[in-house]
């Protein structure tokens, strides 16, 4: 009985130090802001399914936040009205511009009337971006998503529900350019979207979470009013809107993971 009583209290130990249930939430007059790829089923074998989140799971997720009275803005409200947010304020993004953002995840978010940003990437189709990153990373997976076309993001821009925002030209690694082509990838991607949805593009997110205090400066003189990064946390009462963090979403974490994030703004 003895032997039972230790490995239960091993595992509740063992399941204590990995999610840290236990630690008080950050200040929920905090924003969120959440980090997605893709909402769509994994496929077997492949690598980069910690960026898919199934529908099913995206959908308990937002109802989730409903029922718990979450506050859902864009990125450009979220930094227009920052510190007059209500508690429990929470912006949803979605990196790069794929097809399933408009077919899976695009219905949830209108169920539950709930606002997303999605970064999207100009000259996206057909581009392994992966291996800008890391060479080896050359499965070509990522070219083979199905990206939006310019009509959808444009049928998005006008919902009234997603704000569109820039993720560069080609989803450079912004740390192999020189200052004249970071700036091309910046201010051209903002033109060519400000031209394809008739609005205003003012929030950018960092390819990869690659960037410099270089970058930083070009993203602010390229126009931009906001910029994301992949570092995860919570921002403080006043943070740096070109350096904003965000909480990463897996593909592959339960609704209990995904309310511990919320709660403590990065894995535990």
Not at 40 to 59: C, M, Q, T, W
Not at 144 to 163: I, M, Y
Not at 175 to 199: M, R
Request: glycine letters at 4%.
């Amino acid at each position: 009985m003895i032997y039972i009583f230790i490995l239960l209290l091993v595992l509740f130990m063992a399941f204590s130090y990995q999610y840290a249930w236990w630690k008080p939430a950050v200040d929920w007059k905090r924003p969120r802001v959440l980090m997605y790829h893709m909402v769509r089923d994994h496929i077997d074998g492949a690598k980069f399914n910690k960026l898919r989140v199934k529908p099913a799971e995206f959908e308990k997720q937002v109802a989730w936040m409903k029922a718990e009275g979450f506050h859902f803005v864009t990125m450009q409200e979220l930094q227009q009205n920052w510190g007059r947010h209500p508690e429990k304020t929470v912006a949803i993004t979605f990196d790069d511009g794929y097809l399933d953002n408009l077919e899976n995840a695009y219905p949830i978010l209108e169920k539950y009337q709930a606002k997303a940003t999605i970064y999207v990437v100009v000259d996206r189709h057909d581009r392994d971006w992966s291996t800008y990153k890391k060479a080896h990373h050359n499965s070509g997976e990522l070219a083979r998503e199905p990206k939006l076309n310019d009509e959808q993001v444009k049928l998005l821009a006008d919902s009234g529900v997603v704000e569109i925002g820039s993720h560069t030209m080609t989803h450079a690694n912004l740390a192999k350019l020189s200052d004249e082509e970071c700036l091309v990838e910046l201010t051209q991607s903002k033109q060519v979207l400000e031209n394809l949805i008739q609005q205003e593009v003012t929030s950018f997110a960092y390819p990869f979470g690659i960037y410099s205090t270089r970058d930083v400066a070009l993203v602010r003189k390229a126009g931009y009013h906001n910029a994301v990064t992949t570092k995860e946390g919570i921002d403080l009462e006043q943070p740096d809107f070109m350096q904003l963090q965000r909480i990463k979403i897996s593909g592959k974490d339960s609704l209990f993971a995904v309310k511990l994030r919320m709660k403590l703004g990065k894995r535990a």
